[in-house]
């Protein structure tokens, strides 16, 4: 079940970052990064442990990256500008530091 809920956790916080960082252009990606961090930060604190953590961040990683590729009508969520392009790197290495953070 912990597996599970960090998960969705991950995979929900990249939702909101995706859905966040073309809102208002510079403050949609730092809300989108902050809440990234926030979120997999809590799962640390929830479950006590790294591993959730990181099973959370692999989830985060998989979604933003699903949405910087095309889908079925050639349809992107994580366009290839600067925001875009922002919110992959600054985020899979904000996503890394919660890892790293201690509990």
């Known amino acids: 079940m912990k597996v599970l809920l960090s998960l969705l956790y991950g995979a929900g ?3 909101i970052a995706i859905l966040l ?4 252009p510079p403050l949609g990606v730092i809300a989108g ?6 979120a997999i930060w809590l799962i640390g604190r929830r479950f006590n442990s790294r591993w959730f953590k990181s ?18 009508g050639q349809e992107l969520m994580v ?7 922002a919110l992959l790197l600054l ?7 919660a890892v790293a953070a201690r509990n």
């Open 79 to 85: 366009q290839g500008d600067g925001v875009g392009s």
């Open 21 to 24: 960082h073309q809102s208002v």
């Open 33 to 38: 990064l902050t809440f990234s961090y926030g």
């Open 55 to 72: 099973l959370g961040a692999a989830a985060w990683i998989a979604v933003v990256l699903r949405g910087a590729t095309f889908g079925e």
């Open 91 to 97: 985020g899979t290495l904000t996503v890394l530091a």
């Open 13 to 15: 916080a990249a939702l």
